[in-house]
């Protein structure tokens, strides 16, 4: 079964740097195609940004001045960084394969658990 | 970007249909044919269940259908039951390369 499974810092202060992966799991899953989504509570979805296996990336605008993401295609794992992050980043932030079956779609197929991530002084 | 629209809330009894719209512009919805469909029931991380306007992932039931008209795509549930009541939320590829989600919908069961 193919599965996505979330690690990283859920609290975080002003100004500091939120860092997650994401990795894939299960037998032949190996994505080529991944996104990182955010909820703020009680809100709807926010779609963060995309990365191929080509390395290929595309970010939001409200927020490409401060994301990074990154892709281990030998550990199977993807990775996201925002820097200086406020209050407003308070939110559950799942990542997205693209990806499932052996094809590739213009759509989220396999979603991770999410991580609940609180910025606060 | 801004969110795509769809109504805030969508209510019906058991065993009825409902229709949940989705609206965007000619740069997301009505550029390609790539909107997609997520549940999410309270607590739990979404769930795709339409992709590509109307093609359904393995083991999603065929009360679930999708289509699309210009700048509005459409959600509708058949026969709808309990289980169905969860927030439900479009998303569409731009011509950005970028995601664009909606504002989501909450689907109450009555």
């Known amino acids: 079964q193919e599965q996505l499974q979330q690690w990283g810092a859920e609290f975080l202060k002003p100004s500091e740097t939120l860092s997650l992966t994401c990795g894939a799991y299960?037998?032949?899953?190996?994505?080529?195609?991944w996104s990182w989504i955010r909820q703020p509570p009680g809100r709807g979805l926010e779609w963060i940004g995309q990365k191929y296996r080509s390395g290929t990336t595309s970010y939001s605008p409200s927020l490409r001045s401060r994301v990074t993401m990154s892709l281990d295609t030998s550990k199977n794992q993807f990775s996201l960084q925002l820097t200086s992050v406020t209050v407003a980043d308070t939110a559950v932030y799942y990542c997205?394969?693209?990806?499932?079956?052996?094809?590739?779609?213009?759509?989220?197929?396999?979603w991770g658990q999410g991580t609940t991530v609180t910025v606060s002084s | 970007q801004s969110a795509l629209t769809q109504p805030s809330s969508v209510s019906g009894s058991p065993g009825q249909s409902i229709t949940i719209s989705c609206t965007g512009t000619?740069?997301?919805?009505?550029?390609?044919?790539?909107l997609s469909w997520y549940q999410q029931p309270p607590g739990k991380a979404p769930k795709v269940i339409i992709f590509?306007?109307?093609e359904r992932p393995s083991g999603i039931s065929n009360r679930f259908s999708g289509s699309k008209s210009g700048n509005t795509a459409s959600l509708t549930i058949s026969d709808l039951q309990a289980e169905d009541e969860a927030d439900y939320y479009c998303s569409s590829y731009t011509r950005s390369d970028t995601y664009v989600f909606g504002s989501g919908t909450k689907v109450i069961v009555l």
């Open positions: 590509h306007v109307n």
């Open positions: 000619t740069d997301n919805v009505g550029a390609y044919n790539y």
């Open positions: 299960g037998e032949s899953f190996s994505p080529g195609y």
């Open positions: 997205a394969s693209h990806c499932s079956g052996g094809y590739c779609y213009y759509g989220m197929q396999v």
